[in-house]
């Protein structure tokens, strides 16, 4: 049984069989989805889908690429979208330095905000960070992110930095990239994370993880993912399902 903690099924790539793909993760022993949002149309969305299906949950947030077209407002939509019992994160939120859709400051901002309403609310927040460790950091330590909680989804830093990360109280989430031919660095992460605070993703329909690189991901290629952390943590597959689908459980207080 898997608990995909990081996923996007309001994307259009789902638009022609959308249904059919939920329905075939779920047999295939995907047991748990959270579907993560970069606005507020793809919140609304989450939201619908989680409503649907018993086994889909939703994340509620306005990602860095989106900061840019957000309306003022924004955190007032979001507020109220916390409401629904199966809104149980805020994310994804955080920096984006390799794209700087959005200007930088602007990012900050908007994460702080993120943060802040988070704390407020009590729930654990979905951090997106790719090439801003230390800003990231940083913001995540000035807001008090630890009050709230979470994880680093599609965790990219060093040993160094999932150190720092722990210690505020966050999870690290590992996806596809853990499978590529260049994955020494987060390979040296998943070994430093002790078990209780290691979570997996697929981060579909992108980062599909090998042998699938490049093609439409889905929640079902989670396995390749669990299959690679056994391997570099010496555990069995079914050790590596139950461990991070328990820490998934406890993070989003779902059950
Ligand atoms: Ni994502």
Same mark, same amino acid.
Request: some cysteine; charged content about 25%; overall charge negative.
């Given at each position: 049984?898997?608990?995909?903690?990081?996923?996007?099924?309001?994307?259009?790539?789902?638009?022609?069989?959308?249904?059919?793909?939920?329905?075939?993760?779920?047999?295939?022993?995907?047991?748990?989805?959270?579907?993560?949002?970069?606005?507020?149309?793809?919140?609304?969305?989450?939201?619908?889908?989680?409503?649907?299906?018993?086994?889909?949950?939703?994340?509620?947030?306005?990602?860095?690429?989106?900061?840019?077209?957000?309306?003022?407002?924004?955190?007032?939509?979001?507020?109220?979208?916390?409401?629904?019992?199966?809104?149980?994160?805020?994310?994804?939120?955080?920096?984006?330095?390799?794209?700087?859709?959005?200007?930088?400051?602007?990012?900050?901002?908007?994460?702080?905000?993120?943060?802040?309403?988070?704390?407020?609310?009590?729930?654990?927040?979905?951090?997106?960070?790719?090439?801003?460790?230390?800003?990231?950091?940083?913001?995540?330590?000035?807001?008090?992110?630890?009050?709230?909680?979470?994880?680093?989804? &599609?965790?990219?830093?060093?040993? $160094?930095?999932? =150190?720092?990360?722990? +210690?505020?109280?966050? %999870? !690290? #989430?590992?996806?596809?990239?853990?499978?590529?031919?260049?994955?020494?660095?987060?390979?040296?992460?998943?070994?430093?994370?002790?078990?209780?605070?290691?979570?997996?993703?697929?981060? &579909?329909?992108?980062?599909?993880? $090998?042998?699938? =690189?490049?093609?439409? +991901?889905?929640?079902? %290629? !989670? #396995?390749?993912?669990?299959?690679?952390?056994?391997?570099?943590?010496?555990?069995?597959?079914?050790?590596?399902?139950?461990?991070?689908?328990?820490?998934?459980?406890?993070?989003?207080?779902?059950?």
């Amino acid at each position: 049984m898997f608990f995909d903690s990081h996923a996007h099924y309001y994307d259009e790539q789902y638009n022609a069989d959308r249904n059919e793909v939920l329905k075939k993760v779920y047999d295939s022993g995907v047991k748990y989805i959270l579907s993560a949002s970069s606005d507020v149309a793809s919140a609304i969305e989450n939201i619908s889908l989680a409503r649907q299906f018993d086994f889909v949950y939703a994340a509620v947030g306005i990602h860095p690429h989106n900061v840019i077209d957000a309306d003022n407002d924004f955190i007032s939509a979001l507020a109220d979208f916390t409401a629904f019992p199966k809104v149980v994160a805020i994310g994804e939120i955080g920096l984006d330095y390799f794209y700087d859709n959005t200007p930088r400051e602007a990012q900050k901002i908007a994460f702080a905000r993120q943060i802040c309403m988070a704390v407020e609310l009590k729930l654990p927040i979905i951090v997106h960070d790719r090439d801003a460790h230390e800003d990231t950091l940083a913001i995540l330590k000035n807001e008090n992110a630890r009050k709230a909680g979470g994880v680093l989804h &599609c965790f990219s830093g060093s040993v $160094e930095m999932a =150190r720092e990360v722990l +210690n505020n109280n966050f %999870y !690290i #989430s590992v996806g596809g990239p853990v499978t590529f031919k260049n994955a020494k660095k987060l390979i040296d992460v998943v070994k430093y994370v002790p078990d209780d605070r290691l979570i997996i993703e697929t981060d &579909c329909p992108y980062l599909a993880p $090998e042998p699938f =690189r490049g093609k439409r +991901n889905d929640s079902g %290629y !989670i #396995s390749f993912i669990a299959k690679k952390i056994a391997e570099i943590k010496d555990r069995t597959l079914d050790e590596i399902a139950q461990i991070t689908t328990a820490n998934a459980k406890r993070l989003f207080n779902i059950d």
